[in-house]
């Protein structure tokens, strides 16, 4: 199997309460590609300036990752984000965004991306995320991600996008804010009866929950006493959960199951150092004891309750 | 084994998106008795006026309540508070407090409920907690909730309480007030270090999580698509959890791990109707089937990642 991920290529400049960097290799398509690569053959489609350079394929062809489709602008400078975190390390603070060559991103993919099983749409604008969808006829599984600014400004396109995907990962303010539902049981179930066989809404610090049209299954986030930089974590996520399935030969809801566990572990690491310097580093033997830690801190006998005098009866 | 709770007895008004109640039976003590009483003998300590008549006593004694201990104050009034819940339904917003009766409680424990294994001491003045915990010292297992207030205006206090107990259950904004520290990780060690055996941390719509030395338990909430109305909730997941434990023989790690979904299976159903309405016809079917429903919703199998090519090998 292998699998295609499109969306933003970035320099990311960040500031915590544990640090702060300048110039770090970011982007949606990035963090995804680097957790995916643990499980699969990975393909990336994004733009990037020439700004963009050796180093920073480096990074890339190290985790073994196909660039081809990474399209290398003339002329043009990489997105860039500058942004902070306070203590609540939940919500991003915006303070600058350069959308640069990302701006007028027309993604075209290679008869090798467009031969994957497994396609990722990164947080983009939905009608590219269509037209990507569209290049990619025979993709067994298929998923997106959002955001608030294409919910408030292109609903219509996002729902259309939606109806053609399996899975939305999103987290629970977006998931609320396209339903216009605060309860999000239900507006889960609004969201899967528009067409995808499941939902993961990621819950941040309070870990991720899948929704499909016959079961719920939650987990929480691995408990770290120091979060140093939140950026990226959720294509983090989607990357590992994706990833997995990639490697898996039934896509069943058990598959999804782990999947789901998966991209929480790769998540859990995303966090733990600035950018993409903890992933980077990463062994498959971390991630498998990561993996059994969520079995230890999920695991509860199943005895149901009797009351003495009931058992003595 | 019996257990014996400590808290207030009180009427509710109560406004959520979903309808409103003038005035039903409420109070930390009540919402805690109604549901350990599902799993143990249950003797409650708390002060009533004479506003509280033979319609309440008739809900605690249906459920085998002992009420021996409830004080009724001669030309007194019951505690009242009235409050309303947003869409957002983890948020109390008080819009009247009147403590009547409650507020000059001297908790007096008779012999029996002195005699108890097993101690709750729901959310009043930390002194006055740390006087009950006094007159029942040789019980297993003593818990205590607790609230913002205290923490402001009685810290010293609450922390020579929180020395004396085994068990501390509170929410995690409290967790974080407490300690002063933003990362719940890290809060709750700190918090164990003041010498509780173990912490739990009720998370709302998200769950709950349980710290000890050396584990980590965390569980999400039941998926509800309506909540009429969350009062109580917290109390009666500590009924749950407490009940549960003091009907076992053996109070081990796997033993709170199991009273914590029990707690959580008696917040789910306290929150699907207003004030004690659905736990007061609750039965043990339903109890032990959305135990179950908790460990399907949890269950994932712990099958190691090895890539393909590892495989063959």
Same mark, same amino acid.
């Given at each position: 199997m292998s699998l295609t991920v499109v969306g933003s290529i970035a320099f990311d400049a960040v500031k915590?309460?544990?640090?702060?960097?300048? &110039?770090?290799?970011?982007?949606?398509?990035?963090?995804?590609?680097?957790?995916?690569?643990f499980f699969t053959d990975v393909h990336v489609v994004g733009?990037?300036?020439?700004?963009?350079?050796? $180093?920073?394929?480096?990074?890339?062809?190290?985790?073994?990752?196909?660039?081809?489709?990474? *399209?290398?602008?003339?002329?043009?400078?990489?997105?860039?984000? &500058?942004?902070?975190y306070e203590y609540d390390l939940n919500t991003a603070h915006t303070d600058d965004t350069q959308l640069n060559v990302f701006g007028d991103f027309r993604p075209k993919l290679s008869e090798a991306s467009r031969g994957a099983d497994v396609l990722f749409l990164a947080n983009i604008q939905p009608d590219l995320q269509r037209g990507v969808?569209?290049?990619?006829?025979?993709?067994? @599984?298929?998923a997106l991600d959002t955001m608030n600014l294409w919910i408030d400004i292109a609903r219509d396109s996002l729902l259309q996008t939606i109806k053609g995907v399996d899975v939305v990962i999103i987290n629970d303010a977006e998931a609320r804010q396209l339903t216009g539902i605060p309860n999000l049981?239900?507006?889960? &179930?609004?969201?899967?009866?528009?067409?995808?066989k499941a939902l993961i809404v990621k819950r941040g610090e309070y870990g991720a929950a899948l929704f499909s049209e016959n079961s719920y299954f939650a987990i929480p986030a691995?408990? @770290?006493?120091?979060?140093?930089?939140? =950026?990226?974590?959720? $294509?983090?996520?989607?990357?590992?959960?994706?990833g997995y399935l990639s490697s898996q030969a039934k896509l069943d809801e058990a598959a999804m199951r782990r999947a789901?566990?998966?991209?929480?572990?790769?998540?859990?690491?995303?966090? !733990? *150092?600035?950018g993409t310097a903890r992933v980077q580093k990463l062994t498959h033997d971390e991630?498998? !004891?990561?993996?059994?830690?969520?079995?230890?801190? =999920?695991?509860f006998e199943e005895i149901p309750f009797q009351r003495t005098a009931e058992i003595a009866k």
């Open positions: 915590t309460p544990f640090g702060e960097r300048e &110039r770090m290799l970011g982007g949606s398509a990035v963090h995804f590609s680097l957790a995916s690569s733009p990037v300036g020439e700004d963009f350079g050796e $180093d920073e394929y480096a990074v890339l062809h190290a985790r073994g990752v196909n660039t081809d489709d990474i *399209e290398r602008v003339p002329g043009g400078r990489t997105f860039f984000w &500058r942004g902070h969808r569209e290049q990619v006829p025979n993709a067994e @599984l298929v049981i239900k507006a889960a &179930r609004t969201i899967l009866s528009w067409g995808p691995y408990p @770290l006493e120091s979060v140093f930089d939140p =950026t990226g974590a959720g $294509d983090t996520f989607a990357g590992g959960f994706m789901m566990i998966f991209g929480s572990v790769m998540a859990s690491f995303n966090v !733990e *150092e600035f991630i498998n !004891e990561r993996f059994r830690a969520f079995k230890q801190m =999920t695991h």
